[in-house]
């Protein structure tokens, strides 16, 4: 579960090999800049990524399974 600070919004992602990735459906894959962000994240922990070009995009591990 992250929490997306800028909007306040928690949201629930597995990270998948990236052939089943569909971000419809909350898949993401493991090569992309939010599931290369969240491999190896712990609770508590604030990650930082970017897509493409655009500005860093910050998210706060709630918790992990």
């Not at 929490?3 to 306040?8: A, I």
């Not at 922990?45 to 897509?51: K, V």
Request: glycine residues 6%; without cysteine; charged residues 25%.
């Amino acid at each position: 579960v992250l929490y997306d600070e800028p909007e306040e919004m928690a949201e629930t992602y597995t990270i998948v090999h990236s052939s089943d990735a569909n971000p419809t459906q909350k898949l993401i894959a493991e090569n992309s800049p939010l599931g290369s962000a969240l491999l190896g994240a712990r609770p508590g922990e604030i990650r930082r990524f970017r897509i493409r070009s655009g500005p860093d995009q910050t998210v706060h591990v709630r918790s992990v399974n």
